[in-house]
T-cell receptor, first 112, second 117 residues
């Protein structure tokens, strides 16, 4: 699986958009970009995933650049409950063990 | 809808003791996974089961065994616990494994916090 690079920490004000970047310059054509988050010590929570096109669901939007070498997760109106560690993961359809390779992620702090 | 349920939530063991961590999912998923997470680190895959009746090693399988009891349940066993196995253990499941045309997310339980003295 392609390696990802994320900033170790970010913050944003409550009510504002949180834009979390991820670089995955070695991504291959059949690999998806996944985003998960982990709130405190809970299990990771799936947020969104995409292949080429931008995606949106009730939680967030995922913007993938045309060359697919980077992406941005957007939380449109961050709340205090969005404070968590956010993981960007690149995963192929039959990658080794179909595992998710978690890096150290971005620790997002939402300020009141 | 419970999703992925792990038991127990907390456990303290002495070195050399054995125990089994239980995981059950109610989403009719084919694939199930066991991960461990050590402080300040990401999750690492221990074992996975692509479908009922199959299991395979992940990244860090040493010291563990697994059983895919049926489609719903996937257990992780520590035969002789060691302090290095102190960790938080997460179970996950996903809808498909072999179908490469669909890439489905994994859904996680809330973890078992295991301390080995």
């Amino acid at each position: 699986d392609a390696k990802t690079t994320q900033p170790p920490s970010m913050d944003c004000a409550e009510g504002r958009a949180a834009n979390l970047p991820c670089n995955h310059s070695t991504i291959s054509g059949n690999e998806y970009v996944y985003w998960y988050r982990q709130i405190h010590s809970q299990g990771p929570q799936y947020i969104i995933h995409g292949l080429k096109n931008n995606e949106t669901n009730e939680m967030a939007s995922l913007i993938i650049t045309e060359d697919r070498k980077s992406s941005t997760l957007i939380l449109p109106h961050a709340t205090l409950r969005d404070t968590a560690v956010y993981y960007c993961i690149v995963r192929g359809p039959k990658s080794s063990g179909d595992k998710l390779t978690f890096g150290t992620g971005t620790r997002l702090a939402v300020r009141p | 809808n419970a999703g992925v349920t792990q038991t127990p939530k907390f456990q303290v063991l002495k070195t050399g003791q054995s125990m089994t961590l239980q995981c059950a999912q109610d989403m009719n998923h084919n694939s199930m996974y066991w991960y461990r997470q050590d402080p300040g680190m990401g999750l690492r895959l221990i074992y996975y089961s692509a479908s009922e009746g199959t299991t395979d090693k992940g990244e860090v399988p040493n010291g563990y065994n697994v059983s895919r009891l049926n489609k719903r349940e996937f257990s992780l066993r520590l035969e002789s616990a060691a302090p290095s196995q102190t960790s938080v253990y997460f179970c996950a499941s996903s809808d498909t494994f072999m179908d490469s045309t669909r890439n489905q997310p994994q859904h996680f339980g809330d973890g078992t916090r295991l301390s080995i003295l």
